[in-house]
């Protein structure tokens, strides 16, 4: 974990987003707490983390997503060199 991301207002925030119940407590939430472009890109960033992690080529997630080939690299690494926070997310979401 980072050590400058950890901090009393990053602490309040998740525990914030950790109270929300369902989809549309998000909605309500993100749409405050972000501008629709910040909320499109983090959404585009998880699609492209997806896409990465079902083998797809850098090409066909810059074609469905409209990511820059900076912003896949960019997931790549996290990916790969990551926290593993994404794998974390999947593994519970595929068990669904």
């Known amino acids: 974990m980072n050590k400058k ?10 525990d914030a987003i950790l109270s929300l119940k369902n989809r549309d407590e998000c909605y309500s939430f993100f749409e405050d707490l ?32 409209g990511a820059s080939t900076a912003t896949i690299s960019r997931v790549n690494r996290s990916l790969n060199y990551g926290n593993d926070g994404y794998d974390l997310v999947f593994d519970r979401i595929d068990k669904k």
Do not use: G
């Open 5 to 14: 991301l950890k901090t009393d207002a990053v602490d309040y925030l998740f």
């Open 34 to 65: 972000c501008t629709v472009n910040e909320l499109l890109s983090l959404s585009q960033r998880f699609e492209v983390a997806a896409m990465l992690k079902s083998r797809k080529t850098y090409l066909e997630i810059a074609d469905k997503t």
